[in-house]
């Protein structure tokens, strides 16, 4: 059974960087096959993705966050990290981690989300 | 980007009718690439449908989805109490994948 469990801190001040890790147990981040992904969702509003690392070391990130998003793995720990810099009140939200997986039809590429962690809820206020 | 437009906002319906749910893109979603996942409070949301109209493993029958382009629907043939909760679609066919606003299912 795969299991995600995130975790970090409840409460970030303002321009701080918030950083979150997921756990990852029943699979390994150092599988060829999937894509783990952070996901959020502002109080109120609807999720958005934010990024990805795959096994071969590739990251993507959503534009909007960008230039101020990093997300890695400890293969070790078997988890990865999402770091979020300079963070505003409009960043509070549910953080969720999910594992993506690929899928191809004809010539297009692309991955939905198989499980999800339970989410942890980061607050950005001083 | 697309943007994935959830229709209606709150669906007010009793335990053994028929629920339909929709999901309106900006643009087509290339390959029909659209997910649609259930979330309850505090738990992790679960996904029900890949590909548009693909069950995901353990998903029961009532569950079902259709269409392609722009337009899509999830369907729950015969409501029972636990599927009263937030429906979001997902699109994962162009980057950055988008989610809808959700519809939330209540008891009436």
């Known amino acids: 059974q795969v299991q995600l469990q995130e975790s970090g801190p409840g409460l970030v001040t303002p321009s701080q960087t918030l950083s979150l890790t997921c756990t990852v147990s029943g699979d390994s981040v150092s599988s060829g096959h999937y894509y783990w992904t952070w996901i959020r969702q502002p109080p109120g509003k609807g999720l958005e993705w934010i990024g990805y690392?795959?096994?071969?070391?590739?990251?993507y990130y959503n534009p909007s966050l960008k230039s101020r998003v990093s997300i890695s793995a400890d293969r070790s720990k078997n988890h990865f990290s999402l770091n979020l810099s300079s963070v505003t009140p409009t960043d509070t939200a549910v953080y969720y981690c999910?594992?993506?997986?690929?899928?191809?039809?004809?010539?297009?590429?692309?991955?939905?989300?198989?499980?999800w962690g339970q989410g942890t809820l980061a607050t950005v206020s001083s | 980007e697309i943007v994935l437009t959830q229709s209606p906002g709150t669906l007010s319906l009793s335990p053994g009718e028929r629920a339909t749910l929709s999901c309106r893109a900006s643009?087509?979603?290339?390959?029909?690439?659209l997910a649609w996942y259930q979330q309850k409070p505090g738990q992790a949301p679960r996904l029900l449908i890949y590909g548009a109209s693909s069950r995901a493993t353990g998903v029961p029958d009532r569950f079902s989805g259709s269409g392609s382009g722009t337009d899509f629907t999830l369907t729950i043939s015969l409501l029972e109490p636990e599927d009263f909760a937030v429906y979001c679609c997902?699109?994962?066919?162009?980057?950055?994948?988008?989610f809808g606003q959700g519809t939330k299912l209540e008891i009436k």
């Open positions: 643009q087509s979603v290339s390959g029909n690439f």
């Open positions: 690392f795959h096994h071969s070391g590739t990251t």
């Open positions: 999910a594992r993506g997986i690929p899928m191809a039809r004809r010539l297009v590429f692309g991955f939905y989300f198989d499980y």
């Open positions: 997902q699109q994962y066919g162009g980057s950055p994948y988008t």
